[in-house]
C-alpha cells in the first residue's frame, strides 16, 4: 500500500470518530422534550446537560494535546472514543438526572481527542501545505454526524424510544474505538519530532509570541449560534416562537449544520487562494450576525429563514481557518498541545453560551406551561439570543483589527 493510500486510509477511521461524537453532540436538543418530561427538568437545568458535555470536553483538551505529541493518535484516539461510548452507554440507562450529567461528561470528555486527533494524523500523514483543505473535508464529514444526529435521529427514536437509540449509539463508539486501535499507527518520524518530556514553560511562550491566545478567545466568541443555538434550543425555539410542527423544527439543527458541511472545504479553498485568515474570519462573523437579526426579528417565511440558517451553518466553518492558523504557528512538536488549548478555550463558550441561554429564557419567561412544559414564547428567544449577536460582533471585530495572515514558525 502507497503512503498516500495508507495515509487515506488510516484518516478515514479518524473521521468516523469525529463523525461519530458530533452525532452524539447534538442529540439532547432532538430529545430536548423527552427528556425534560422523564426528568422533569426545565431549561436552566437542559441548559446544564449541554454544559456538562462542553466541561468535559474542554478539560481534557490540554491533557488530550499533550499525550497526543507524547504518544500519538492511535492508543490515545481510541481510548477517547472509548470513554465516548461508555458515557452514552451511562446516558442509555440512567434513572436520574445527576446521572445524565455524569454520562454526558463523560461523553464530552472522550470526544475532546476527536478533532485534535484527528489533526496531529493529517500533520503526521499529509504535506503540511494541504492541512487546511484535509481539515476543511474533515469538518465536513464529521459535521454530517451532526446532520444525521437531528431528523434521522428523531425519526429512530420515534421506533425505539430515545433510551434504546442512545444504546445503539453507544454500541457503535466502542466498534469505532476497536477499528482505531487495530489500523491507525503512528508516522515514521513521529518519535524523532516528539519531546523526550513535556515543557510546559516553552508551551506557554509559543501561545503568548505568536498570538495563539488571542486567536482562540476570539474564535471562542463566535461559536454561540453552534453551542446555544443549533446544538441546543434550535428545535425548541422554531417550535414556541415560529409555531413550527416538531417534525419540521427538528430539521433545524440539520440545516445549520448541513451548511456547515459545505463551509468548511469551501472556505478552506477560499483562504488557500488568498490567504487572509483574518479578514474572512471577521467576515464570517458579521454574516452570523445578519443571519441571526434576520431569524429573531423579520418573521419571514420558510425559505427565508432556512437560507439564513444555512448561512450561519456554512460561515460556522470559520473555525476551520482558526485550527490553520494556529497549526502555522506551532511548532510540529507542538502541535496538538496548541490546538488542544484552543479547542478548550472554544469548548469553554460550550458551557457559557447554553447556560447563559437557559438562565435568559428562565428570565423572560411569563411562566406559561403546556402539557407540564415551559413554553418561553417570542420574547423570550429572541431577548436570549441577543447573548448570541452580541458574541459574534465582537469576535468579529476582533479579528479585523488583528493583523497575523503571516507564517509564524516553520
Known sequence: MSIKARSLYMWSFMCAFFFYQ?????????????????FKIEAA??????????????????????????????????????????????????????????????????????????????????????????????????????????????????????????????????????????????????IEDKPEKFEFKAAWKVMLDNKILQIAIFGALLSGPLYSFAGSFSTTFFTQAYGWSSEDASYSTSIIYGGMVFGGPLI????????????LIALSGVVMALSSLVIMFTRLGFIEVVTSMILIGFFSAYQVLVFGMVT??????????????????????????????????????????????????????????MSLFAGLIIGAAGFYFIKYDRKVNA
Do not use: H
Open 22 to 38: 458530533f452525532v452524539a453532540r447534538v442529540s439532547p436538543d432532538v430529545m430536548a422534550s423527552d427528556l425534560q418530561q422523564y
Open 45 to 190: 437545568e437542559f441548559g446544564l446537560l449541554v454544559g456538562a458535555f462542553y466541561a468535559g470536553y474542554a478539560l481534557m483538551q490540554i491533557p488530550s494535546g499533550v499525550l497526543l505529541d507524547l504518544y500519538g493518535p492511535r492508543y490515545v484516539a481510541s481510548a477517547l472514543c472509548l470513554l465516548c461510548g461508555s458515557g452514552i452507554f451511562l446516558m442509555s440507562i440512567a434513572e436520574s438526572w445527576v446521572t445524565v450529567l455524569i454520562g454526558r461528561f463523560m461523553l464530552g470528555a472522550g470526544a475532546s481527542g476527536a478533532f485534535i486527533s484527528t489533526s496531529k494524523l493529517i500533520r503526521m500523514w499529509f504535506d503540511e501545505n494541504k492541512y487546511s483543505r484535509i481539515v476543511g473535508i474533515t469538518v465536513a464529514i464529521g459535521l454530517i454526524g451532526a446532520v444525521f444526529g437531528g431528523f434521522p435521529l428523531k425519526t429512530l427514536m420515534a421506533l425505539v424510544g430515545w433510551k434504546a437509540s442512545l444504546l445503539y449509539v453507544s454500541i457503535a463508539g466502542i466498534l469505532i474505538a476497536f477499528l482505531i486501535v487495530m489500523f491507525v499507527r503512528n508516522s515514521s518520524n513521529f
Open 268 to 279: 478552506a479553498l477560499i483562504v488557500e487562494r488568498y490567504k487572509s485568515y483574518s479578514k
Open 328 to 385: 502555522e504557528r506551532s511548532p510540529s512538536w507542538l502541535g496538538g498541545t496548541m490546538i488542544g488549548i484552543v479547542n478548550m478555550i472554544n469548548m469553554i463558550s460550550g458551557i457559557i453560551y447554553p447556560i447563559l441561554f437557559g438562565n435568559l429564557l428562565e428570565f423572560f419567561w411569563d411562566g406559561k406551561t403546556i402539557e407540564g412544559v415551559p413554553f418561553y414564547g417570542e420574547y423570550a428567544f429572541n431577548m436570549s439570543m
